[in-house]
């Protein structure tokens, strides 16, 4: 099993930035993808961005520019710099991990609690 916490979510008002974090542990494999998804209210729950073990980041188009995504393997933590917040970013962010099983083909999903990002003034 993996547990993902998450932290650094809070209000803020538009235009200023947020940090977040996001601590793994457990089983986690060598090669797995870290990322953030968001879930505003009353919307489906849509990525952010994604990270390989690797270092290459994946962005949905919304967030390019603005938001950075990084990790630290051997902290087994993955970090969203959000910049330029604006209200539409509000939304509860959650982290995810996926282990890849490249033997089996096999990926195995984890989901951490989430942690609320609110830009308002």
Same mark, same amino acid.
């Given at each position: 099993q993996v547990q993902l %916490?998450?932290? &650094? !979510?809070?209000? %803020?008002?538009? &235009? !200023?930035s947020l940090r977040?974090?996001?601590?793994?542990?457990?089983?986690?494999?060598?090669?797995?993808?870290?990322g953030w998804y968001r879930q505003a209210p009353g919307k489906e729950r849509e990525l952010v961005a994604t990270i390989t073990t690797a270092g290459s980041p994946n962005y949905a188009d919304s967030m390019k520019g603005?938001?950075?995504?990084?990790r630290d393997n051997a902290k087994r933590t993955v970090y969203l710099q959000m910049n330029s917040l604006i209200p539409e970013d509000t939304a509860v962010y959650?982290?995810?991990?996926?282990n890849v099983d490249h033997v089996r083909g096999k990926v195995y999903d984890f989901w951490g609690q989430g942690t609320q990002v609110t830009v308002s003034s």
């Open positions: %916490v998450e932290s &650094g !979510g809070g209000l %803020v008002q538009p &235009g !200023g977040l974090s996001c601590a793994a542990s457990g089983t986690i494999f060598s090669i797995n993808t870290m603005r938001f950075t995504i990084s959650y982290c995810n991990l996926q």
